[in-house]
Structures are given as C-alpha cells and as structure tokens.
T-cell receptor, first 111, second 116 residues
Framework: SQQGEEDPQALSIQEGENATMNCSYKTSINNLQWYRQNSGRGLVHLILIRSNEREKHSGRLRVTLDTSKKSSSLLITASRAADTASYFC???????????FGQGTELSVKP | EAQVTQNPRYLITVTGKKLTVTCSQNMNHEYMSWYRQDPGLGLRQIYYSMNVEVTDKGDVPEGYKVSRKEKRNFPLILESPSPNQTSLYFCASSTKGQAVVTGELFFGEGSRLTVL
C-alpha cells in the first residue's frame, strides 16, 4: 500500500506549545500535502510541499520533507485551542495521480 | 462563497433502499471525486470524474454508482445499500489544472450515512 502513516495517532498539548506531527510513506512522491479536519467537518487544505523542496512555511505552519527517509513533518508553532483537529498527510506519487491519505493525527490543544 | 455542498449531511436508512447523496460545487471545477472515511482506514477514493460524462473507478467502487451530467454536480448513488457502506462520505473538487499538476482538493462538509 502507498498509504502514508501518521505519527502519533493522537497528541495532547497545552495552548502556546508547539505541535509536531509526522508522516511516513513507502514509494517516491510527486508532492505531499497536509489537510486539517475539524470534528464533523470536511478536510481543508493547509500546505503542499513538492518532492524537490525540503521546507515550507505558511503562517504558524512549517512543513519539512526528507525524501531519503520518505517522511514529512508538520510543525504548528504557538498552538491555540482552535488548532484542535485531525491532521492528515496526503501523498501524490505521480503527476496526474490521485491523492492517498494517511489515517491522521488527532491534535487536542488545551486552553 | 466558493464551496462544495453535499446533501444530506446525515442519513439513516435500511438495507436495500436506494439512496443518492448529492454533491454540487460552485467553483466551475472540472475534477470531482468521492471518498469514504472509516476509522483506521483513512480516506479512500470511491469514484472520480475529470469532466462531464467522464467518470472512473477509485479504490473502492463496489456498491456505488456515479454520474456526471453537469459540470457542477456529481451524485453518488447506492443502488442497494448494505451495512458495510455505513461511513462518512466526502465529495471533493478541483480545477483540471490542480487535478493534473498538484492534486490539491476542496472538500465538502461530509455526509454521514448509516445503513441498518
């Protein structure tokens, strides 16, 4: 299976702390994307990193990609209670191919 | 407001009773897709469509049908629902360019279906 695996499955932190989630995959990718899903809602695209990129920033989000280890991490800095959600990585293994989603990391940020 | 709209959001039905989950997008997107989300299995693609009258199977198409008669609509049809189709369903869309180049998707709010 090409499906990505997220780690940890669940993460609980205090407001203001940083949250780090990891994603590993098995076969080479074209790009890797992170999505957020608030409870009972649809997924929202957060950030995309291409296979030739190593790091990308968007506001309080920082994504890194290590293609040699076939892994990515999503860092949320200075977390807020509103960041409480499930976070999914999705990999694309060739241009024109479908997105393959991992099982997600459930993040809980306590006020 | 740009959005993907699914209906119904919640449905409880019985085995064998045909149902349709509608999906409509107002962004003039060419690409549309259906996913199901199950605990421990993540999101799995059911069907997708690159444009009007063009549909293709995803990873788990058994028991489902789709049609794409208009660009904005992509209904998911369960001809004879069974309990193993109890799931959370998502419709997603993107431009053709996004579908080809990046794969980035815009998701609807989801439809929670229970088949008894």
């Amino acid at each position: 299976s090409q499906q990505g695996e997220e780690d940890p499955q669940a993460l609980s932190i205090q407001e203001g702390e940083n949250a780090t989630m990891n994603c590993s995959y098995k076969t080479s990718i074209n790009n890797l994307q992170w999505y957020r899903q608030n409870s009972g809602r649809g997924l929202v695209h957060l950030i995309l990193i291409r296979s030739n990129e190593r790091e990308k920033h968007s506001g309080r989000l920082r994504v890194t990609l290590d293609t040699s280890k076939k892994s990515s991490s999503l860092l949320i800095t200075a977390s807020r209670a509103a960041d409480t959600a499930s976070y999914f990585c999705a990999t694309r293994h060739n241009q024109g191919g479908k997105l393959i989603f991992g099982q997600g990391t459930e993040l809980s940020v306590k006020p | 407001e740009a959005q993907v709209t699914q209906n119904p959001r919640y449905l409880i039905t019985v085995t064998g009773k045909k149902l349709t989950v509608t999906c409509s997008q107002n962004m003039n997107h060419e690409y549309m897709s259906w996913y199901r989300q199950d605990p421990g299995l993540g999101l799995r693609q059911i069907y997708y469509s690159m444009n009007v009258e063009v549909t293709d199977k995803g990873d788990v198409p058994e028991g489902y049908k789709v049609s794409r008669k208009e660009k904005r609509n992509f209904p998911l049809i369960l001809e004879s629902p069974s309990p193993n189709q109890t799931s959370l369903y998502f419709c997603a869309s993107s431009t053709k360019g996004q579908a080809v180049v990046t794969g980035e998707l815009f998701f609807g709010e989801g439809s929670r279906l229970t088949v008894l």
